[in-house]
């Protein structure tokens, strides 16, 4: 037969063991993402941001095998740095164009009636559909990393004008 123990914690004791310390918050990296302390509600705590310039990743190896960048005579083509810039030039115009039409399609929705809302509407969802993408395709040969990048730089240019 089994004998079934009650165990009582009693957490108003002070701990006999040292605190544990930290490191210096100098010490930490500045992109690393921080968790809110307790009691400071999550909305004001801080944002990861990206830069706001160009990337120009390496092409992740499962978009080099499946042969997203062409194939040569030897197999699959690895993208050199300076085709990797054109690429995510290429990409960021068009993403600034959609993000640009987008805009607009918002102001106008904010000063349309209730008439002619509808076709807006799905304009607005076309074009919001179209830029995210654009960036799932870029996502999906260089990673989330760097799309998140394309994304800050696209609506920093667009940001600027």
């Not at 009650?6 to 006999?16: E, K």
């Not at 699959?76 to 399609?105: G, K, M, S």
Request: hydrophobic content about 35%.
């Amino acid at each position: 037969m089994a004998k079934f123990v009650q165990l009582t914690l009693d957490w108003t004791q002070a701990s006999r063991l040292p605190p544990i310390s930290q490191p210096p918050a100098e010490a930490a990296e500045p992109h690393e993402p921080t968790l809110p302390k307790p009691g400071v509600p999550a909305s004001t705590a801080p944002k990861v941001r990206h830069p706001a310039c160009l990337p120009v990743p390496k092409p992740l190896a499962s978009a080099i095998g499946k042969g997203n960048f062409g194939e040569d005579e030897r197999g699959p083509v690895r993208p050199t740095a300076a085709e990797v810039r054109a690429i995510t030039e290429h990409h960021a115009e068009r993403l600034i164009d959609l993000l640009d039409r987008l805009q607009v399609a918002d102001a106008q929705l904010d000063r349309s009636s209730q008439g002619d809302r509808s076709s807006l509407i799905r304009q607005k969802d076309q074009l919001l559909s179209a830029y995210q993408s654009g960036l799932a395709l870029y996502a999906e040969d260089f990673g989330q990393h760097a799309a998140n990048r394309l994304d800050s730089y696209v609506r920093h240019q667009v940001a600027k004008k």
